[in-house]
């Protein structure tokens, strides 16, 4: 008995070591870790029950059928994140590169199976180097198989990429089809072709992190929704929005202890927003002042910074913020932002997370640039999933409300279920200047004029009291009171059933 035993641990030995200490060596020396490595990390320490660690490829093309190693370049399994089930599958570069086989997929479908059968989140750690190119057919087979199981579980289970290492080919588009990717920098870097194919096709002289790097995909692309400076970092920092999650599109909110009062007055928020319209302030410090003890998960934060998205808690339930930031571009919609936010109000209404929105929003950004890039379809995405969304949506105007804009987020008309308004709020069609200059044409060149109708205009529409004269906003609140009145709010609307008529999907404009 006792060298059954011992042969198990030898071969369990011999597994951990993957492609052998001198390839985990040289992936240390660069700044990774090693695949197992990054799961013990991840995972509360001692959760980690593997799967799969003898299986090895069926290849025998290209001297394979000599050069088989136990787990064949993934790590599979299951562990908890702060006591809650999670799957995870790691790439492991020391074997193969991390290469996608037909065993290799067999072991990631598996895990994800097990994932969307137990209602629990998934998350893929990359490093790799796409399809396993002795494979052929059997491994772009296996990409598929994956994808295919990706887009079942989409909306049903979290879905999160970590990318901490080369991400290339077959292995880009796995993580595309998940809720959320997050990059290491320096290290990590995705594209469907690498810098030699690309040399040759278009003859573009391009490095990997040029081409794909974490700066590319977080400030450019958006492909990626945060970057971290190392894997140690990014890891925890999943963990941090693992905890915010649920584990189902079925299942409760986590829930938390918490320990700062909504009832504390924050006076400071009474003089946030400046006495001059055009001058802009952080709507950050808002959504800090919001959230329980300001902890904030931001997503894209390096993206489309007119406008915020991220999570947080209010009275230890977790809430998702969008917030027009006044600090970048005025905080006007433009392409990007519209789909950022749209993505992000898409995955709270999936999930059950209600949304909380703060408008400070001259409008849609005007010209060429913005309407040939197809602004028309990308803030018609932001409308249209603000308008689908049945979770409990929360709206609180703190300045402009302008045009368009206004309808757009989170308004009244698109079944929002609390609206509220600053006293500085401004609703409408556009700003006094513009107005004046439109309906008052004739007595352009009259100063006296312009200044009288502008005055008109502000006294009359520059507030929020049309809006609340017809109910678009349900009441005129005082700053200080925003924390105690969202969190009473959100209380109330706990209960929310709202249901859209059936359909087999809709057809959002993409
Ligand atoms: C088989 C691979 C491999 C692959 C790497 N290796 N990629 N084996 N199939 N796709 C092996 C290498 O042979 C090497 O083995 C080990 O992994 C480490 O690779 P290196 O090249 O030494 O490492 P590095 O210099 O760090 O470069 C990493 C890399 C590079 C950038 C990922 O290996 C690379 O470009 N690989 C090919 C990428 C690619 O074109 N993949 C196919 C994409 S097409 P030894 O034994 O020497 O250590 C695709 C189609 C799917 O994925 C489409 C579905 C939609």
């Not at 490595?37 to 490829?57: A, N, P, T």
């Not at 879905?159 to 990059?183: E, H, K, L, N, R």
């Not at 081409?211 to 692309?221: D, E, I, K, P, Q």
């Not at 001259?362 to 932001?382: D, M, V, W």
Request: glycine fraction near 10%; hydrophobic fraction near 40%.
């Amino acid at each position: 008995m006792k060298e059954i035993l011992e042969e198990l641990e030898r071969r369990r030995g011999i597994a951990k070591l993957g492609g052998g200490q001198q390839r985990i060596d040289a992936q240390h020396q660069r700044g990774k870790l090693t695949a197992r490595e990054r799961i013990d990390l991840f995972l509360d320490e001692g959760s980690f029950e593997e799967f799969d660690m003898f299986v090895e490829h069926r290849s025998s093309d290209f001297g394979m059928e000599k050069n088989r190693i136990a787990g064949d370049g993934v790590v599979t399994g299951w562990g908890t994140v702060n006591g809650r089930t999670v799957f995870v599958f790691a790439k492991d570069f020391t074997v193969f590169g991390g290469s996608l086989s037909e065993a290799h997929a067999e072991k990631i479908m598996k895990v994800q199976d097990m994932a969307l059968k137990n209602r629990a989140p998934i998350i893929g750690i990359y490093d790799a180097g796409g399809a396993r190119i002795q494979e052929g057919v059997a491994a772009l087979g296996g990409y598929a198989e994956v994808f295919q199981r990706n887009v079942l579980a989409s909306g049903v289970i979290p879905q999160i990429s970590v990318i901490m290492g080369p991400c290339a080919g077959g292995d880009v588009y796995s993580p595309a089809m998940t809720d959320f990717i997050f990059m290491v920098r320096d290290t990590s870097y995705m594209f469907v072709t690498g810098p030699d194919v690309v040399k040759t096709v278009t003859n573009e002289t391009v490095t990997a992190e040029e081409l794909g790097g974490a700066s590319v995909h977080t400030t450019r692309s958006s492909i990626a929704d945060g970057a971290y400076d190392n894997d140690v970092e990014a890891l925890l920092q999943v963990r941090r929005l693992i905890d915010l999650l649920p584990q189902s599109n079925t299942s409760p909110l986590p829930e938390i202890e918490c320990y700062q009062s909504v009832t504390d007055v924050d006076s400071s928020l009474d003089t946030l927003v400046p006495a001059n319209a055009n001058k802009p302030y952080d709507i950050k410090e808002l959504i800090l002042k919001t959230v329980d003890e300001g902890d904030f998960f931001e997503i894209q934060a390096s993206f489309a910074k007119n406008i915020v998205c991220g999570f947080g808690r209010v009275e230890g339930s977790t809430v998702g913020f969008v917030a027009n930031q006044p600090m970048v571009l005025a905080g006007v919609l433009d392409s990007d932002a519209s789909r950022k936010a749209a993505r992000f109000v898409r995955f709270c209404d999936c999930f059950n997370i209600p949304i909380v929105t703060f408008v400070d929003v001259p409008g849609f950004l005007p010209g060429t640039a913005q309407e040939y890039g197809g602004l028309i379809k990308h803030g018609a995405k932001l409308l249209f999933a603000y308008a689908e969304a049945t979770v409990p949506k929360l709206t609180v105007i703190t300045r402009k409300a302008f045009g368009g804009a206004y309808d757009v987020m989170a308004s009244k008309h698109l079944r929002g279920d609390l609206n509220y308004a600053w006293p500085t709020a401004q609703i409408a069609v556009m700003g006094a200047k513009g107005a004046v200059e439109i309906i008052f044409r004739k007595d352009i060149a009259d100063p006296e004029k312009i200044a009288a109708h502008t005055k008109m205009y502000e006294d009359r529409f520059l507030s929020p009291f049309v809006a609340a004269e017809r109910g678009y906003v349900d009441e005129v609140i005082m700053p200080h009171s925003t924390r105690r009145r969202l969190a009473r709010g959100l209380k109330m609307l706990r209960n929310k059933n709202l249901t859209n008529p059936w359909k087999k999907h809709d057809n959002i404009p993409l």
